[in-house]
């Protein structure tokens, strides 16, 4: 069982059409939820950590919010630069490691 | 630009071979990281690193080592090369082990 789920695995927008991405995990001990942006053939890029529940964090335009079970990155009218695969991880127990879920692939048309 | 360098940026080689992935952190990072990034298995932890010590281990195999030397660089051994070792080879560094995690632009190994 994944214990980071992402979706949708895909998302087609057309220019600023607003739209959430979904984080959900199933860990115990969370000690940080995290996301990152992946362009192709790229190391993902650090863009948010949230700690607690009810947390939120913003950056242009996308803001990643942080419930019990799941998180979810929010991204305000897209433009076609924002195409990119989006990462979630988290971080829990005493590792320091990140588990990652599989991530949703972004694509904005003009 | 994260900060972390890695070289080199591809690596083509043949099964059987035995390869050495180069990671530079972030200066004033003490922990680095390793993950491997397959088409099939998204990104996967291999083993961990803090100020020269081993801190963790994940699903990383017999036939790959790491170490982290005094200057904090780090390097990953791969031995016996099969073709299923293809992938992307990432190093990230932070801080210490709690904060966000800095990515590397990675290594593209292919293994013919």
């Known amino acids: 069982e994944d214990q980071v789920t992402q979706s949708p695995e895909a998302l087609r927008l057309q220019e600023g059409e607003s739209s959430s991405l979904n984080c959900s995990y199933t860990v115990s001990g969370l000690r940080g939820l995290f996301w990152y942006r992946q362009d192709p053939g790229k190391g993902p890029e650090f863009l948010f950590t949230l700690y607690s529940a009810g947390e939120e964090k913003e950056k242009e335009r996308l803001k990643a919010t942080l419930t019990k079970k799941e998180s979810f990155l929010h991204i305000t009218a897209p433009k076609p630069e924002d195409s990119a695969t989006y990462l979630c991880?988290?971080?829990?127990?005493?590792?320091?490691?990140?588990?990652f879920g599989k991530g949703t692939k972004l694509t904005v048309n003009p | 630009d994260s900060g972390v360098t890695q070289t080199p940026k591809h690596l083509i080689t043949a099964t059987g071979q035995r390869v050495t992935l180069r990671c530079s952190p972030r200066?004033?990072?003490?922990?680095v990281y390793w993950y491997q990034q397959s088409l099939d298995q998204g990104l996967q932890f291999l083993i961990q690193y803090y100020n020269g010590e081993e801190r963790a281990k994940g699903n990383i195999l017999e036939r790959f080592s790491a170490q982290q030397f005094p200057d904090l660089h780090s390097e990953l051994n791969l031995s016996s090369l099969e073709l299923g070792d293809s992938a992307l080879y990432f190093c990230?560094?932070?801080?210490?082990?709690?904060?966000?995690?800095?990515f590397g632009p990675g290594t593209r190994l292919t293994v013919l």
């Open positions: 991880a988290v971080q829990f127990g005493g590792s320091e490691k990140l588990v």
């Open positions: 200066s004033g990072d003490l922990s």
């Open positions: 990230a560094s932070s801080v210490d082990g709690r904060n966000e995690q800095f």
